[in-house]
């Protein structure tokens, strides 16, 4: 059975900083790009970022390029996302994700980026 359980977001004043954290488990986390989707209250989903299987190539959306690092560890089978210098408008839900041959969902796309597997999300309320 595929998981993605995801982890570590909380309230942070604007400025401040998160790492949130995704463990995965039912399938080769080695052998897929994984990514960070986020949804804001009220909005839909939007991609963040995504990273390749080997980690050595990442994409981010414009909205966190610069603030937000992505990051894997593949013999933990982990994804994280460091976001640094946090903005209110980056308040909302975020999910791991992938693109998988039988995801555990419908298939979304967002920002040109697709999944059909996702966690069920780690709440980041920036305000002060």
């Known amino acids: 059975e595929i998981q993605l359980v995801e982890s570590g977001g909380g309230l942070v004043e604007p400025g401040g900083s998160l790492r949130l954290s995704c463990q995965a488990s039912?399938?080769?986390?080695?052998?897929?790009?994984m990514k960070w989707v986020r949804q804001a209250p009220g909005k839909e989903l939007e991609w963040v970022s995504t990273?390749?299987?080997?980690?050595?190539?990442?994409t981010y959306s414009d909205s966190v390029r610069g603030r937000f690092t992505i990051s894997r560890d593949n013999a933990k089978s982990t994804l994280y996302l460091q976001m640094n210098d946090l903005k209110p408008q980056d308040t909302g839900v975020y999910h791991c994700?992938?693109?998988?041959?039988?995801?555990?969902?419908?298939?979304?796309?967002?920002?040109?980026?697709?999944?059909?597997?996702r966690g069920q999300g780690t709440r980041v309320t920036v305000s002060s």
């Open positions: 994700a992938a693109l998988m041959p039988r995801g555990t969902g419908p298939r979304v796309c967002s920002g040109g980026y697709c999944w059909n597997a």
């Open positions: 039912g399938f080769a986390f080695n052998m897929f790009d």
């Open positions: 990273i390749t299987v080997t980690g050595k190539t990442t």
